[in-house]
T-cell receptor, first 115, second 114 residues
Framework: AQSVTQLDSHVSVSEGTPVLLRCNYS??????LFWYVQHPNKGLQLLLK??????LVKGINGFEAEFKKSETSFHLTKPSAHMSDAAEYFC?????????????FGKGTHLIIQP | GAVVSQHPSRVICKSGTSVKIECRSL??????MFWYRQFPKQSLMLMAT?????????EQGVEKDKFLINHASLTLSTLTVTSAHPEDSSFYIC??????????FGPGTRLLVL
């Protein structure tokens, strides 16, 4: 079975300061990991994905995430927050083996940007 | 990038009626489409997986006779909520995937059943 734990339900940072959204996963097989962003009443937009290539993954809008197998983590970071980054962020895992399909979503982290 | 559309974006219906939601992959052919449900301030819950030309696979606890899924072509899947009730009010999101590639999500459909 696979699961995703987003350690913070809410994160608040000031504009221009770094962002860290934490995610831990568990998976019986080699995982693919994703971060999606959802703005209010909108669908999900893919920020970045890890699929067993480079462990440091760069995404859109200045976001990046590092896959750390030893820590089973896939934390999302951005050096400098922008007001437009305020949204809900989902860490997602997909198992590539074992017959599993679909995605397993974390509960989401609400990112608040203070002016 | 891959674009997925949903129609309608918002629908209000009376209790007991049926509602059909369309999900289309606009610039790629999707071998698999997924339907999710999202309650306010909660994460997405997978309802069912549909492969073109075959029956959908429903997640545990999802009534297949209530949520009818048809995946008639590689670019279109439909979700019909039959005999809708207020508790079916939710945000329904579809996604589309080509083979084992990334899932691309639609913008969602807000359903309100009165």
């Amino acid at each position: 079975a696979q699961s995703v734990t987003q350690l913070d339900s809410h994160v608040s940072v000031s504009e221009g300061t770094p962002v860290l959204l934490r995610c831990n996963y568990s998976s019986s097989y080699s995982p693919s990991l994703f971060w999606y962003v959802q703005h209010p009443n909108k669908g999900l937009q893919l920020l970045l994905k890890y699929t067993s290539a480079a462990t440091l993954v760069k995404g859109i809008n200045g976001f990046e995430a590092e896959f750390k197998k030893s820590e089973t983590s896939f934390h999302l970071t951005k050096p400098s927050a922008h007001m437009s980054d305020a949204a809900e962020y989902f860490c997602v895992v997909r198992t590539s083996g074992g017959g599993a399909d679909g995605l397993t979503f974390g509960k989401g982290t609400h990112l608040i940007i203070q002016p | 990038g891959a674009v997925v559309s949903q129609h309608p974006s918002r629908v209000i219906c009376k209790s007991g009626t049926s509602v059909k939601i369309e999900c289309r992959s606009l610039d790629f052919q999707a071998t698999t489409m997924f339907w999710y449900r999202q309650f306010p301030k909660q994460s997405l819950m997978l309802m069912a997986t549909s492969n073109e030309g075959s029956k959908a696979t429903y997640e545990q606890g999802v009534e297949k006779d209530k949520f009818l899924i048809n995946h008639a072509s590689l670019t279109l899947s439909t979700l019909t909520v039959t005999s809708a009730h207020p508790e079916d009010s939710s945000f329904y999101i579809c996604s589309a995937r080509l083979y084992q590639e990334t899932q691309y999500f639609g913008p969602g459909t807000r359903l309100l059943v009165l």
